[in-house]
């Protein structure tokens, strides 16, 4: 039984293209009211036409700067938010740094989330039977905890980074249902999904993902987690989820310790960008 999302207020990221897409027409398809995020003016309103969003929020989600300001215009114009979904995320091969002088794939598919559910968190707190959603990745079993240099700065492996990433969205998860029991916050792993994730990186990952995309999981399946827990899961918080179920995630990825921490530095890094 499919269950229905009426009158729900969406918000959702990297819902251009992809899982994203597929999560939010569903949504859409459910009744929900949705608010897509998007970088490209043109090709996030042509979405919002095609799945029928009622709304769209324009940033660059790699520079801090952007986020807070898309939250602050969400917060203005939207009358609340009861769901959350922190779906874009992206891959780098060789280390780049945002204008904001931060490494992208943390800035991206870190601190982005990280900060844009910080600043929503009052909208959230006052929605109804508020929930947030966070793409992570089985990456992270490859993944170990760098607080001390999160940044990759003494010597960058893209798949290194990646991985420390979707570590990082797991123990956000974690941690922010531990602070905040009145909204419910899960993380999980999509699947290996063929959406061309990683094809413009070129060399050997291009050509990688490629090979794996011939055995990979269509978007609509891979979406089916991010649309389970956004729609069905009630009372479960802090804990990670694959193919529909609850699963357990790397041991790293359980330590309440290493969530505190990881939370402060995240904290502390985006103040003193902002500030």
Known sequence: MTTSMHGR???????????GLITARELVTRGAHVTIVGRNPDKTA????????????????????QVRRAAQEFTARAEGLDVLIN???????SRQETREGTEQTWALNHLSPFLLTRELLPLLR??????????????HMMGRVRLDDPEFRRGYGGWAAYAHSKLANILFARELARREPGVQSNSLHPGMVATGFAHNNGGWVSRAYRLVDRFAITPEQGAQTTIHLAADPVGVSGRYFSDSRETTPAPQAQDDGTALRLWELSEATVNAHLN
């Open 9 to 19: 207020r969406v918000l959702i990221t990297g819902a251009t293209g992809g899982i």
């Open 46 to 65: 042509q979405v919002a036409r095609d799945i029928g969003a009622q709304a769209t929020l324009l940033a660059d989600l790699s520079e801090l700067a």
């Open 126 to 139: 006052a929605g109804n039977a508020p929930r947030v959603v966070t793409v992570a990745s089985a990456a």
């Open 87 to 93: 779906n874009a995320g992206a891959f780098f091969t």
